[in-house]
C-alpha cells in the first residue's frame, strides 16, 4: 500500500487528485489543510483520512507526515494580485511552509515529493514559449516565492537525497472550482450572475488553458517516476481571452457583456509553455480540449453555482 500525503488536499485541485488517487486500490490518501479556502466537506472523508492543520504547525504536520511513502505538496497562497498587496502573508504560507514540510519530511524518511509550482510567474513576461531551461525573472511575490521553493526542493534532493520535482501548473481549470479566483471560474460565476466580464488589456493577452483531470493524471504519473526538477505542465499552445471567452460564448449559450480596461501592473502579458520534457520524462500527455473542458466545467457551474 502507498501512503500518500496531499497538502492542501481540500482545494480545488487537491479534491480532484483525492479522488484520483483514492480510487486505486494500492494507495491510502491523506489530507493535510487549515480550511482557509478549502473545506473537508467537498472531500470523500470514506476514502480521504483528513486533518485540519497548517503547515505553520510542527504537530500537525508530523501528524500528517508519519508514515507517509510520498508528499503532493498543493498548500500555497496562489494568487499574484494578491501578493504584490501583502508579500509578508504570501511569504509565510509559500516559503516557510515550504521549509516546515522539508525540513519534517526530511527527518520523518519521506523520500519522494512532488510540489506544485508556477511557469509565468517564475519566468516572468519574456518571449513564449517557456520552457525549463530559461533563467527565472519573477514579476511577482508570488512567483519569486514558488521559484525559492524550486530552490528548496533542489537543495533538499542534493543534501538530503529527498527526491523531489516541482511540476509548473499552467492556468488550471475544471468542475469543482467555484470559490477560485482564477479567470475561467471567475467568468463562468460573472456569466450566471449577469454581470459583465472584465479584462484588463484589450484581450489579445495568451495564457495556456489545461483541464484539470489532465492535471492530476500528470500528478500521479509524476509521483509514480523519479523525477527531479523543474517540468512545465499546460496544454503545450497559446489562447488569447478574446479566444477564451468566444468559446465561453459556446459551451454556455449566452450572450454577455465584455469590458476592457487598462492593462495592471505584475501580470504577465503572455504565456504558454513547451511540455516535450514532462512528456519524455514521466508521459505527460494531456489529451482534453479548451472547448471540450469548458463545457464539463460549465456544466458543472451551471448546476452548482447559482
Known amino acids: 500500500m502507498n501512503n500518500i500525503l496531499i497538502t492542501g488536499g481540500a482545494g480545488f485541485i487537491g479534491r480532484h487528485l483525492a479522488d484520483h488517487l483514492a480510487s486505486r486500490d494500492d494507495t491510502a490518501v491523506t489530507v493535510i489543510d487549515n480550511e482557509s479556502l478549502g473545506d473537508r466537506r467537498h472531500l470523500d472523508l470514506e476514502k480521504v483520512r483528513f486533518i485540519h492543520g497548517d503547515l505553520a504547525s510542527r504537530d500537525d504536520l508530523e501528524a500528517a507526515l508519519e508514515g507517509q511513502d510520498a508528499v503532493v505538496h498543493l498548500a500555497a497562497d496562489t494568487r499574484v494580485m494578491d501578493s504584490i498587496e501583502n508579500p509578508q502573508r504570501n511569504f509565510d504560507n509559500n516559503v516557510i511552509g515550504t521549509f516546515n514540510l522539508l525540513e519534517l519530511s526530511r527527518e520523518l ?17 519574456v518571449e513564449p514559449p517557456v520552457h525549463e531551461e530559461m533563467a527565472p525573472r519573477p514579476t511577482s511575490p508570488y512567483g519569486a516565492s514558488k521559484l525559492m521553493l524550486e530552490g ?155
Open 109 to 125: 524518511g519521506v523520500r519522494r515529493i512532488v510540489a506544485a509550482s508556477t511557469g509565468g510567474a517564475i519566468l516572468g513576461d
Open 152 to 306: 528548496y526542493l533542489s537543495a533538499y534532493s542534493s543534501s538530503f537525497g529527498v527526491s523531489a520535482c516541482a511540476l509548473r501548473f499552467s492556468n488550471i481549470y475544471g468542475p469543482r472550482s467555484f470559490h477560485k479566483g482564477s479567470v475561467v471560474a471567475h467568468f463562468f460565476k460573472q456569466i450566471i450572475a449577469g454581470d459583465p466580464l472584465v479584462v484588463y488589456g484589450d484581450g489579445s493577452q495568451t495564457r495556456d488553458y489545461l483541464y484539470v483531470g489532465d492535471l492530476v493524471e500528470a500528478i500521479r504519473m509524476a509521483m509514480e517516476s523519479d523525477v527531479q526538477g523543474p517540468y512545465q505542465l499546460g496544454s503545450g499552445h497559446p489562447t488569447t481571452l478574446n479566444q477564451l471567452i468566444e468559446v465561453m460564448r459556446t459551451v454556455t449559450g449566452r450572450d454577455f457583456e465584455v469590458e476592457y480596461r487598462d492593462f495592471r501592473p505584475g501580470e504577465v502579458r503572455d504565456t504558454w509553455c513547451q511540455v516535450e520534457k514532462a512528456r519524455a520524462a514521466f508521459g505527460y500527455d494531456p489529451s482534453t480540449g479548451l472547448e471540450e473542458g469548458l463545457r464539463a466545467t460549465w456544466t458543472w457551474f451551471d448546476r452548482h453555482g447559482a
